[in-house]
């Protein structure tokens, strides 16, 4: 008898934490602003649309993600995020003009809270390359030389 409670509190974490699970997909959105920063940088503002993938509902408190050629930062909170819907965020970018985009996604790491008050990091990959930002911030750069 006392092996089956066991198996049944295990079972019961195992479920609970399969709930809380976190899965995010992240993809850039509009830019609501391009400007020349420093000499050969580019300066955007924008959004980031995020889809709730997993199974509860979250709160994005924070967004990162940095390469030689480009640097993310979270700007705000995003109100709650359930399940199966979508999102967004305020986002500042930062591209440098003389490293052309690169090819390959720029990781982004995420820190959520689900509603059982737990803060969870996330990673995702955000494709730059042949994005509205990208053709906004190749012509900004032109621009500027």
Same mark, same amino acid.
């Given at each position: 008898?006392?092996?089956?409670?066991?198996?049944?509190?295990?079972?019961?974490?195992?479920?609970?934490?399969?709930?809380?699970?976190?899965?995010?997909?992240?993809?850039?959105?509009?830019?609501?602003?391009?400007?020349?920063?420093?000499?050969?940088?580019?300066? #955007?503002?924008?959004?980031?649309?995020?889809?709730?993938?997993?199974?509860?509902?979250?709160?994005?408190?924070?967004?990162?993600?940095?390469?030689?050629?480009?640097?993310?930062?979270?700007?705000?909170?995003?109100?709650?995020?359930?399940?199966? /819907?979508?999102? /967004?965020?305020?986002?500042?970018?930062?591209?440098?003009?003389?490293?052309?985009?690169?090819?390959?996604?720029? /990781?982004?790491?995420?820190?959520?809270?689900? +509603?059982?008050?737990? +803060?969870?990091?996330?990673?995702?990959?955000?494709? #730059?390359?042949?994005? /509205?930002?990208?053709?906004?911030?190749?012509?900004?750069?032109?621009?500027?030389?």
């Amino acid at each position: 008898m006392l092996g089956g409670v066991g198996v049944n509190v295990l079972r019961d974490s195992r479920d609970q934490r399969e709930r809380r699970a976190v899965s995010l997909v992240a993809m850039p959105a509009s830019a609501t602003g391009v400007s020349g920063g420093s000499p050969g940088r580019v300066q #955007l503002h924008g959004r980031l649309v995020l889809v709730n993938a997993g199974s509860a509902p979250i709160t994005v408190h924070a967004a990162t993600g940095q390469r030689p050629d480009a640097r993310i930062r979270h700007t705000g909170q995003s109100g709650l995020i359930a399940p199966g /819907s979508t999102g /967004s965020i305020d986002v500042e970018v930062r591209f440098d003009c003389s490293i052309p985009i690169e090819g390959e996604p720029l /990781s982004m790491r995420f820190s959520v809270e689900t +509603d059982d008050h737990q +803060d969870r990091e996330v990673h995702y990959p955000v494709a #730059l390359l042949n994005t /509205s930002w990208h053709r906004d911030v190749a012509q900004t750069c032109e621009y500027l030389r």
